[in-house]
T-cell receptor, first 113, second 111 residues
Framework: DTAVSQTPKYLVTQMGNDKSIKCEQN?????MYWYKQDSKKFLKIMFS???????INETVPNRFSPKSPDKAHLNLHINSLELGDSAVYFC????????????FGEGSRLTVL | SQQGEEDPQALSIQEGENATMNCSYK?????LQWYRQNSGRGLVHLIL?????REKHSGRLRVTLDTSKKSSSLLITASRAADTASYFC???????????FGSGTKLNVKP
């Protein structure tokens, strides 16, 4: 069973549309993240939730709205998509331990035309 | 910014050689971690070093940390073609919940 799973894996859409990416983890972790990886491979933290509560919001445009219905799920909704939103979005989770490592999903490649 | 910056951006070596990658960061840390990313895949954790540690080993991996210079290095000994991947360091900027990455070092190991 996949530990951190994201859907969809690929997403191609037009500018101005709204889209969502879903993430689920079956590791029993308390903390989940969204990261954005650009074309130069730079990986930027976007959001983090701990047990359904938002704990990190790294100056992301408010067109991006995360939602955590329970601690095993963290979804990302993006409104009014722009060309610059094209990237690979990674979901990750970790335990609450101070030395906890991140477990990443396989990524969702978003292409905005 | 607080992210780790990996150096070099790209590294190409022959199988059997050692590969060294460096990471520099700007703020104090609790821990520093190294991750690996195969092409088209998610990142996988390799090793964690605490701020009060200077060196750590795991199999063919050796990590060093110099907090006075705010830098770390990852050494992969006796490299294999299967080690071809991008390697990232992650720093927490003093917050156990935050992990800042850079753009990675792309390692190519030629058979």
């Amino acid at each position: 069973d996949t530990a951190v799973s994201q859907t969809p894996k690929y997403l191609v859409t037009q500018m101005g549309n709204d889209k969502s990416i879903k993430c689920e983890q079956n590791l029993g972790h308390d903390t989940m993240y969204w990261y954005k990886q650009d074309s130069k491979k730079f990986l930027k933290i976007m959001f983090s939730y701990n047990n359904k509560e938002l704990i990190i919001n790294e100056t992301v445009p408010n067109r991006f709205s995360p939602k955590s219905p329970d601690k095993a799920h963290l979804n990302l909704h993006i409104n009014s998509l722009e060309l610059g939103d094209s990237a690979v979005y990674f979901c990750a989770s970790r335990t609450g331990r101070n030395t906890g490592e991140l477990f990443f999903g396989e990524g969702s490649r978003l292409t905005v035309l | 910014s607080q992210q780790g910056e990996e150096d070099p951006q790209a590294l190409s070596i022959q199988e059997g050689e050692n590969a060294t990658m460096n990471c520099s960061y700007k703020t104090s840390i609790n821990n520093l971690q190294w991750y690996r990313q195969n092409s088209g895949r998610g990142l996988v954790h390799l090793i964690l070093i605490r701020s009060n540690e200077r060196e750590k080993h795991s199999g063919r991996l050796r990590v060093t940390l110099d907090t006075s210079k705010k830098s770390s290095s990852l050494l992969i000994t006796a490299s294999r073609a299967a080690d071809t991947a991008s390697y990232f360091c992650a720093t927490d900027g003093g917050n156990f919940n935050k992990f800042y990455f850079g753009s990675g070092t792309k390692l190519n190991v030629k058979p």
